[in-house]
């Protein structure tokens, strides 16, 4: 079985400074996917970032980038130049292609960036 | 917009009452996945199906159904709700078959907003 686990509930940070969001997991499969999401209010889940286990080379979109440690089960999002936009829930999930593919989601991060 | 169409988008009800939700997915997608979120909390996987087929349950309450219809909308049938029903249901749908190693990305609905009082 799959889990995520996201230990900051909460965060809150200045516009134009750099965040980063932790997420541990744990899977048993040797193949699988990480994903960041991001839910602001209008609730719709818009996918951040996504990270392939197989590929060393952390994953990078834009202001968006990962720290993907696989040995010890980390996929970090951390965010540059945060802009107001950026304000949302933050999810982390897993997904193994072999099965069901369901992803599998931590409880979230709240983040807040201030003017 | 992700292309997958949810309808409603707000629902209320009450306590013992049946309700359902329905799901288009993005044209030629054929997996459907149901989630729930309830308040500030992460998305559970509820169920699947692939092609008219269910493929796999998660959490789902007995009280809960779904099926996938020939023109590959799903439909979401929610019955003798509770108060703890109340959540935010999720449909997303993906073009991989759900095995074999391949993966489609899965887009997500905006969702719909079921309150039960």
């Known amino acids: 079985a799959q889990t995520v686990t996201q230990s900051q509930p909460e965060m809150s940070v200045q516009e134009a400074e750099t965040v980063t969001l932790s997420c541990t997991y744990d899977t048993s499969e040797n193949n699988y996917y990480l994903f960041w999401y991001k839910q602001p209010p209008s609730r719709q889940m818009i996918l951040v970032i996504r990270q392939e286990a197989y590929k060393q080379q952390n994953a990078t979109e834009n202001r968006f980038s990962v720290n993907f440690q696989k040995a010890a089960k980390s996929f970090s999002l951390k965010i540059s130049d945060s802009q107001l936009g950026d304000t949302a829930m933050y999810f982390c999930?897993?997904?193994?292609?072999?099965?069901?593919?369901?992803?599998?989601f931590g409880q979230g991060t709240r983040l807040t960036i201030n003017p | 917009d992700s292309g997958v169409t949810q309808t409603p988008k707000h629902l209320i009800t009450a306590t013992g009452q049946r309700v359902t939700l329905r799901c288009s997915p993005r044209?030629?997608?054929?997996?459907v996945y149901w989630y729930q979120q309830s308040l500030d909390q992460g998305l559970q996987f509820l169920i699947q199906?692939?092609?008219?087929?269910?493929?796999a349950k998660g959490n789902i309450l007995e009280r809960f159904s779904a099926q996938q219809f020939p023109d590959l909308h799903s439909e979401l049938n929610l019955s003798s709700l509770e108060l703890g029903d109340s959540a935010l249901y999720f449909c997303?749908?993906?073009?991989?078959?759900?095995?074999?190693?391949?993966?489609?990305?899965?887009?997500f609905g905006e969702g719909s907003r079921l309150t039960v009082l």
């Open positions: 999930a897993s997904l193994a292609p072999q099965g069901a593919q369901k992803l599998v």
């Open positions: 997303a749908s993906s073009v991989a078959p759900p095995s074999g190693g391949l993966f489609g990305e899965l887009f």
């Open positions: 044209s030629g997608d054929l997996s």
């Open positions: 199906y692939y092609n008219g087929e269910e493929r």
